[in-house]
């Protein structure tokens, strides 16, 4: 079992950046896949970005690509969403999420477990 806790975000306008981390507990961190969603009010929670188990594989959903960069320090159980060129549609909560396995683009259903989120709020 994994206990994943987020942080990083706040209040920023938009075109600026921000740098979310999600510390895991355990030894094992390394053997699982990570990712990133978010839920907007009144929204389904969705899919943002994931990473395999050694770093080198990276998938991101449309509306972030080019703009988030997803990475992870396996030494420090941790890993990383920087989000550039915000837009107020960026806006939501974010969650952390993992899982041994999944098929990407991951669904919600298949990450195990889960942060309490943190919370991005742009501006415009």
């Known amino acids: 079992q994994v206990q994943l806790v987020e942080s990083g975000g706040g209040l920023v306008q938009a075109g600026g950046s921000l740098r979310l981390s999600c510390a895991a507990s355990?030894?094992?961190?390394?053997?699982?896949?990570m990712a990133w969603f978010r839920q907007a009010p009144g929204k389904e929670r969705e899919f943002v970005a994931h990473?395999?188990?050694?770093?080198?594989?990276?998938y991101y959903a449309d509306s972030v690509k080019g703009r988030s960069t997803i990475s992870r320090d396996n030494a420090k159980n941790t890993v990383y969403l920087q989000l550039n060129s915000l837009k107020p549609e960026d806006t939501a909560v974010y969650y952390c999420a993992a899982s041994h396995t999944v098929v990407v683009p991951p669904t919600r259903k298949q990450l195990e477990y889960w942060g309490q989120g943190t919370q991005v709020t742009v501006s415009s």
């Open positions: 990473i395999g188990w050694s770093g080198l594989r990276t």
């Open positions: 355990g030894r094992t961190f390394s053997t699982y896949v």
